[in-house]
């Protein structure tokens, strides 16, 4: 991957293609909305890998993540992931143990684990 600077905005060419990353929203995403959705992302590809292999099924699966951010940095503080799942059949003992598993095989998540506080809830709809 590459990135060059060009008209207020980074462009990163990946595989998938072009990737605008910018402070200005109209120009591209905003660094730590990527950061958050890299770990977001490789958290639910992990959950979905255990959930498979554990034959848990489930209709659909959405994860809200919420950030908190303090100091003049603006330092991302902790992420709250709030998983919704749609049809699954598990009590909420195996859910917790399911995602919590997830939770440690995420290699995204376990790169900044003890820098940044990760925490996690669950509904039913």
């Known amino acids: ?25 109209q120009a591209g995403y905003k660094p730590y ?3 958050v959705s ?4 490789c958290l ?8 498979r292999k554990k034959q848990i099924t489930y209709q659909e699966l959405a994860i809200l993540p919420r950030v908190t951010r303090e ?8 992420i709250h992931f709030d998983f919704t799942f749609k049809g699954i059949e598990v009590s909420d003992e195996q859910l917790e143990k399911v995602i919590k598993l997830a939770m440690r095989n995420c ?3 376990q790169s900044v684990i ?3 506080k990760m925490i996690f809830s669950h509904e039913r709809i």
Not at 44 to 51: D, N, P, R, T
Not at 71 to 78: D, F
């Open 33 to 35: 909305e990527l950061f």
């Open 44 to 51: 639910g590809e992990v959950l979905i890998q255990v959930c």
């Open 107 to 109: 290699s995204m998540m």
């Open 1 to 25: 991957m590459k990135l060059t600077y060009d008209h207020d905005r980074w462009e990163a060419n990946a595989g998938y293609g072009p990737l605008h990353i910018s402070r200005e929203e």
């Open 71 to 78: 100091g003049a940095l603006n330092k991302i503080t902790c």
């Open 38 to 41: 890299a770990i977001t992302g």
């Open 114 to 116: 003890g820098s940044i």
